[in-house]
């Protein structure tokens, strides 16, 4: 069985859908990926409802490791193989094509932006980035699904939230566990915005140093951007992070849709 075979399989009974293969650039050039789309989605943001471009997308999985047979259908392999894959999203709005693409690359919190925890900054963040990239009217956001917690899974983070309630900040309690206290790598993002902008300069939503060092091989940075604030509930966390080198201003109360508005 051959996954992108079977992915142009299923794409031929729909119609008017692309399958991109993407490859890794420098260090991570051995690795493929692969990018389905796109769907336009009616989205809420602000008080309006804009169309934005949807897609799916993700490593090209080896085989064997998912313990994948050949023979099926193109239906059961997909199945099959979308039961062992973790696949993300990403999200585009080209309203103004011309403007400076703002793009935000959001590792997955379940707790934070399905639910609304405030033991982060995860979901305004979320919220902020789209916010950005509809006042803008061009943009994207590459939503990392395998990132839940920093790269340890919902498991790993519950654990690690219960480290926390005990003393330990968000990065020793994931090194406590025995993970890594970040092990999130940004290769399928930095694929796809190759792919998309081609190296058009952006403005990129962060204030994670080693996230602007991965992504910079596949475009350039013109301008990093905070993505968001901070209240009462997550300063420990915030602050933890601007201990890690993140770029944080614990005091910064801009509010970062109108401040970009402004500047497009």
Not at 87 to 107: E, L
Not at 163 to 186: C, E, M
Request: proline share 3%; with cysteine; hydrophobic share 40%.
């Amino acid at each position: 069985m051959d996954f992108l075979a079977s992915v142009r399989q299923m794409l031929a009974h729909v119609g008017d859908m692309e399958l991109h293969e993407l490859t890794g650039l420098h260090d991570d050039a051995a690795s493929r990926y692969f990018l389905v789309g796109s769907v336009e989605l009616p989205v809420r943001v602000d008080g309006q409802t804009v169309e934005l471009d949807w897609y799916v997308g993700g490593s090209v999985p080896d085989l064997g490791k998912v313990g994948a047979t050949a023979g099926g259908s193109g239906y059961e392999d997909l199945l099959l193989l979308s039961e062992s894959l973790t696949m993300s999203s990403v999200v585009r709005c080209s309203r103004a094509p011309d403007a400076v693409p703002v793009v935000r690359v959001h590792s997955c919190c379940f707790t934070g932006d399905v639910v609304g925890s405030q033991r982060c900054d995860c979901g305004d963040q979320l919220r902020n980035a789209l916010q950005a990239i509809v006042a803008r009217g061009n943009g994207c956001l590459v939503y990392e699904a395998s990132h839940e917690g920093r790269g340890i899974g919902l498991l790993g983070k519950l654990l690690a939230y219960r480290a926390q309630s005990q003393g330990l900040d968000t990065y020793t309690a994931n090194v406590k566990l025995g993970f890594p206290a970040d092990r999130r790598r940004f290769g399928f993002a930095r694929a796809v915005l190759h792919h998309l902008y081609l190296g058009t300069p952006v403005d990129l939503l962060t204030n994670n140093p080693d996230k602007v060092h991965q992504l910079a091989s596949a475009l350039p940075v013109t301008r990093r951007v905070a993505p968001g604030r901070g209240g009462s509930n997550n300063i420990g966390y915030l602050r933890a992070k601007k201990d890690y080198g993140h770029m944080i201003d614990l005091d910064d109360a801009d509010d970062l849709a109108d401040h970009l508005a402004a500047d497009a």
